[in-house]
């Protein structure tokens, strides 16, 4: 059995011991084929179908697509979650998808985390005001002067 693993969406060579393609980012591998299969040459014009002719001469391989996300590489989820974060300054609900694209960009590839940890950085500072202006909102509920009549 051969050792040599091939990324099946962008056929680039991958080392032994990865659990993702560096080049793409998708995930899971699978191990290359031991031996390739061989090509069988396609007519040019169809042969015409009879009413004898069975289903199954008729069908052609099945391939599957790729997983949905599956080209999207850490350094798009970073600046995807940076752009959230920048937006979330005025916009202040964005920054929660800007925490959650950014913490899953930096479980993916290490390559753009730069931009993920300023996102989430960002975020989490328009996160912390949020919460701070919160509580002293609360604060000033709880301790407002009640009218006497």
């Given at each position: ?37 061989p090509v069988t040459p396609v007519p040019v ?76 950085g960002i975020s989490g500072g328009i996160m ?7 509580i002293t909102t609360l604060i000033q509920i ?8």
């Amino acid at each position: 059995m051969s050792d040599r693993r091939i990324c099946e969406y962008c056929r680039s060579e991958l080392p032994p011991d990865a659990t993702y393609c560096p080049h793409c980012g998708a995930e899971p591998v699978r191990p290359a084929p031991v031996t390739p299969t061989p090509v069988t040459p396609v007519p040019v014009t169809p042969p015409p179908v009879t009413p004898t002719t069975s289903p199954q001469a008729t069908q052609q391989e099945i391939v599957p697509a790729p997983a949905v996300g599956a080209g999207l590489t850490s350094q798009t989820l970073s600046i995807t979650a940076f752009v959230l974060a920048l937006v979330g300054l005025a916009v202040i609900i964005t920054f929660i998808p800007a925490l959650i694209v950014g913490i899953i960009a930096l479980k993916k590839e290490p390559k753009g985390k730069v931009f993920a940890w300023i996102a989430i950085g960002i975020s989490g500072g328009i996160m912390l005001i949020v919460v701070i202006l919160a509580i002293t909102t609360l604060i000033q509920i709880i301790a407002a002067p009640k009218p006497w009549y």
